[in-house]
């Protein structure tokens, strides 16, 4: 079993900045890509930030400049740094993770509970 567990959401006033953690556990034997997505009331999940386990990061373009994603091999944590938050960056963000859980296993994606960022004055 593999789970992903986020911490960190909360209300933030507009320009104000939250960190977010997201920790993997269980079985695993590697992981390759790691990343976070969030997902608006009405609207589809989208893709914030990702990065590879070589160090390899993208961006949606909306947070470009402001969000910054970073990663602890060693602890299997990926983080997400948000600074000058908009209103419009409300919304609950999960954590992904495409890993094997054994050296035999295929690569398979799997997704935290979600947490929720609210930037409101």
């Known amino acids: 079993q593999v789970q992903l567990v986020e911490s960190g959401g909360g209300l933030v006033q507009p320009g104000g900045s939250l960190r977010l953690s997201c920790a993997a556990s269980?079985?695993?034997?590697?992981?390759?890509?790691m990343g976070w997505y969030r997902q608006a009331p009405g609207k589809q999940r989208e893709l914030v930030a990702a990065?590879?386990?070589?160090?390899?990061?993208n961006y949606a373009d909306s947070v470009k400049g402001r969000f910054t994603i970073s990663r602890d091999n060693a602890k299997n944590t990926v983080y997400l740094q948000m600074n000058s938050l908009k209103p419009e960056d409300t919304a609950v963000y999960y954590c992904?993770?495409?890993?094997?859980?054994?050296?035999?296993?295929?690569?398979?994606?799997?997704w935290g509970q979600g947490t929720q960022v609210t930037v409101s004055s």
């Open positions: 992904n993770a495409e890993l094997r859980s054994t050296v035999l296993a295929a690569r398979k994606n799997y």
């Open positions: 269980g079985s695993i034997f590697i992981i390759y890509a």
């Open positions: 990065i590879t386990n070589g160090g390899s990061t």
